[in-house]
């Protein structure tokens, strides 16, 4: 079984500063993939960062970065200089390699304060 | 801008009756959709997988009869909340998987969802 954990109900971070938003993860597949979406208030999933669990790099797009850790089986997102516009509910998630579905984290609620 | 598009945003309507909402990729062809549902503040649960041009594939524990689901194109795809109860208030979200769009091979673009409050 598939498993997403997001241990973080809340997190507050200053405007400008970095954040780190935790996510691990449980499968017994060899090949997945690791995701995080940014849920605004609107309600809309707007897709942040993708990492396969074969890409040895971590996964950058602009302020977001990716630390994929396998053997931890950790994918932390790391966003930095944070705005304003950042506030929102963060979900990571999973697909494996077996199957259609995408496992969701409970999500990370974050407000950057001014 | 947005590649995946749902209507209606909102909808109320009355117990008993039926409601349909759409779910459309707007720049490319979807052979696979995805329907979600969102309690406030949990998470998104997987309802049914849509295959294009034929049945779709629900999650244990969804009843097909009550959710119905259409994916008569390749942009195209309906839930239909048949004989509505006020316990089927929710968020609904669909999903569509480009392979070709950036963020890897199975990466799902969400449409804004569709709050439905049933009366």
């Known amino acids: 079984a598939q498993k997403i954990t997001q241990t973080q109900p809340g997190m507050f971070v200053q405007e400008k500063e970095a954040v780190t938003l935790d996510c691990t993860y449980d499968t017994s597949d060899q090949s997945y993939g690791l995701f995080w979406y940014k849920q605004p208030s609107s309600g809309e999933m707007i897709f942040l960062i993708y990492q396969g669990s074969y890409d040895e790099q971590n996964a950058t797009e602009g302020r977001y970065s990716l630390n994929f850790q396998k053997a931890r089986k950790s994918a932390n997102l790391v966003i930095s200089a944070s705005q304003l516009g950042d506030s929102a509910m963060y979900f990571c998630a999973m697909r494996a390699n077996t199957g259609n579905q995408f496992y969701f984290g409970t999500g990370t609620s974050l407000t950057v304060i001014p | 801008g947005a590649v995946v598009s749902q209507h209606p945003s909102r909808v109320i309507c009355k117990s008993g009756t039926s409601v349909k909402i759409e779910c459309r990729s707007l720049d490319f062809q979807a052979t696979t959709m995805f329907w979600y549902r969102q309690f406030p503040k949990q998470s998104l649960m997987l309802m049914a997988t849509s295959n294009e041009g034929s049945k779709a594939t629900y999650e244990q524990g969804v009843e097909k009869d009550k959710f119905l689901i259409n994916h008569a194109s390749l942009t195209l795809s309906t839930l239909t909340v048949t004989s509505a109860h006020p316990e089927d208030s929710s968020f609904y979200i669909c999903?569509?998987?480009?392979?070709?769009?950036?963020?890897?091979?199975?990466?799902?673009?969400f449409g804004p969802g569709t709050r439905l409050t049933v009366l």
């Open positions: 999903s569509a998987r480009d392979i070709l769009r950036g963020g890897g091979p199975d990466t799902q673009y």
